[in-house]
């Protein structure tokens, strides 16, 4: 059964640094693996997504500061993000899509069958 981990989340001073690890495990017909974020009240938001080819799409708000990759050895998807905000704090998920390829800018979440539970990440000023 295809199953998605997150792990790495935290608590970190404004500019701080935390790198996010997704395991993968299980069949999966991956196009696109991709991270998103959500907070209390609020929709959830891609924020990078990167295709089987190694293409990759960030949110504007993220651009130049989280980095996304994938290790296939491993299976494993990760996110760093450096020069946090406040801002970013947010239970961050990571998914898969077997319908799109990333390429049409962030994720959207409506195109990924497979969720991990979340890591929590949290910014404080």
């Known amino acids: 059964q295809a199953r998605l981990v997150e792990s790495g989340g935290g608590s970190v001073l404004a500019g701080g640094s935390l790198r996010l690890s997704c395991a993968a495990s299980g069949y999966m017909n991956m196009r696109c693996l991709g991270w998103f974020r959500q907070t209390p009240g609020k929709e959830r938001e891609g924020v990078a997504g990167?295709?089987?080819?190694?293409?990759?799409s960030y949110v504007d708000s993220v651009q130049g500061r989280f980095r996304i990759t994938k290790d296939f050895a491993d299976n494993t998807l990760y996110l760093q993000m450096n020069s946090l905000k406040a801002e970013d704090t947010a239970m961050y998920y990571c998914a898969a899509s077997s319908v799109t390829y990333c390429r049409d800018g962030p994720p959207n979440d409506t195109d990924f069958s497979w969720w991990g539970d979340g890591t929590q990440v949290i910014v404080s000023s």
């Open positions: 990167i295709d089987v080819g190694g293409w990759t």
